[in-house]
Structures are given as C-alpha cells and as structure tokens.
C-alpha cells in the first residue's frame, strides 16, 4: 500500500494527451514538493519533473506538472509510441514516519 | 556528466546481510545526499535512505532496524547494508542523486541522476 495513490493504468492514442493523478495528503503533497518519474521497460526511473511544475535539462514541453492542495498532475501532450512506459510520483512525507515517499505507479499505453 | 554504478552480490542467502556499493563518476560524490531505492519484481519504487557525503542519514522507518548507509568520499562512493534479509527483501536495486532543501513553505526531495540498478535475490 503506497503512500501516495496513483490509477494503475491509463491510455490514449498517440498524438492524444493524458493525464496522471497522484493523491497525498497534508503531511505529503500538501505541504512539499512533487516530482514525477518515467521508467521505461527493463530501465532505471528517469526525472521528469520536480519542485511541482520544473522540468530537467532535456526533458521536452510535452511533459507537465502541476499541484493543487494535497493532489498532483503529470500531463502529457502529443503521446509517442516511446512514452508508452511506468510514470511514478514522489515527494518527502513530514508525519512521524518521515521519509520519501513514492505512489504505486500508474502504466502508460498508448493504443 | 555524473554517471552511478552499483555493484555487489546478486545473491543472498535469508538472515544473511545484503551489501551494496555505489560508485559515483564524472562527478564529486561532495555536496550532495545519496539515495539507496529499491523495486520488488513487479512492484513500486521503495525509499531505502539517503546519506550526505558528511555522513548524516535519514532511514525508511519500515527499514531502519536493519539499514545503514555509509559514505567513503575518498573512493567516491556509498554503499548499503541490509542485514537479517529474507525473500522480501528480493528486488533491483538503484543508487540515485539526491536533491534535499527547504523553502520558507515546501520541502524538496528528489532524485535527479539514477544507477542502472542491480538485481538481488534473496535464497538459500
């Protein structure tokens, strides 16, 4: 059972945009930041996004983030064959159980 | 740019101690906190710790009895143990760079530049 909560499966057809939810509460998305991850099949998770809404060097605009409250978005336009791939949310919890804290991860298919 | 590479055992026998080492090139391993994340077959991605290259830490409570993370700056690495392992404890692996800080607001925390991960499995 993940701290966070994320929907197990979305998809879309290519060129379409998709949306991926990540739910928390206040002592996680609600009061730190979020960053999103991409792991493609048989590969190490890659940066997306961080700090809510900031994309790494070389990360393209298709990909966004945003927050609201105690729940994120990572959203991406224009879907590629090669985006087909595990997107993971994460942030730091501050409750008694401090840590890092990741959702369960939500499996992109594009049609 | 920064590149890490974990290595150790792929093979662990239960109640035996899992150790790993991260080796960190390209870069300096100085000014910044490591992260150990682990993925169970089929499964999320678990926070295992992280450790500043001054040796402070910060451990998974689910995890903490068992785990300790260490830092040679010297070699450029950092390296995990997992002691008293049992079959949940089979996973990948990942050695990542880790961003930690503070606004006035908000807590950041993330990792920017992963290992390949490595493979452990837990059995006699």
């Known amino acids: 059972q993940s701290v966070l909560t994320q929907p197990p499966s979305v998809s879309a057809a290519p060129g379409q945009k998709v949306t991926i939810s990540c739910s928390g509460s206040?002592?996680?998305?609600?009061?730190?930041?979020v960053s999103w991850y991409q792991q493609l099949p048989g590969t190490a998770p890659k940066l997306l996004i961080y700090d809510n809404n900031k994309r790494p060097s070389g990360i393209p605009d298709r990909f966004s983030g945003s927050k609201s409250g105690t729940s994120a978005t990572l959203g991406i336009t224009g879907l590629q064959t090669g985006d087909e791939a595990d997107y993971y949310c994460?942030?730091?919890?501050?409750?008694?159980?401090?840590?890092?804290?990741f959702g369960g991860g939500t499996k992109l298919t594009v049609l | 740019q920064v590149q890490l590479q974990e290595s150790g055992p792929g093979l662990v026998k239960p109640s035996e101690t899992l150790s790993l080492t991260c080796t960190v090139s390209g870069g300096s391993i100085s000014s910044y906190y490591w992260s150990w994340i682990r993925q169970p077959p089929g499964k999320g991605l678990e926070w295992i710790g992280y450790i500043y290259y001054s040796g402070s830490t910060n451990y998974n409570p689910s995890l903490k009895s068992r785990v300790t993370i260490s830092v040679d700056t010297s070699k450029n690495q950092f390296s995990l143990k997992l002691s008293s392992v049992t079959a949940a404890d089979t996973a990948v692996y990942y050695c990542?760079?880790?961003?930690?800080?503070?606004?006035?607001?908000?807590?950041?925390?993330?990792?920017?530049?992963w290992g390949k991960g490595t493979t452990v499995t837990v059995s006699s």
């Open positions: 994460g942030t730091w919890d501050s409750s008694l159980s401090a840590g890092g804290v």
């Open positions: 990542a760079r880790t961003i930690v800080g503070a606004t006035v607001n908000y807590y950041y925390y993330y990792m920017d530049v």
């Open positions: 206040s002592s996680n998305i609600g009061n730190n930041y």
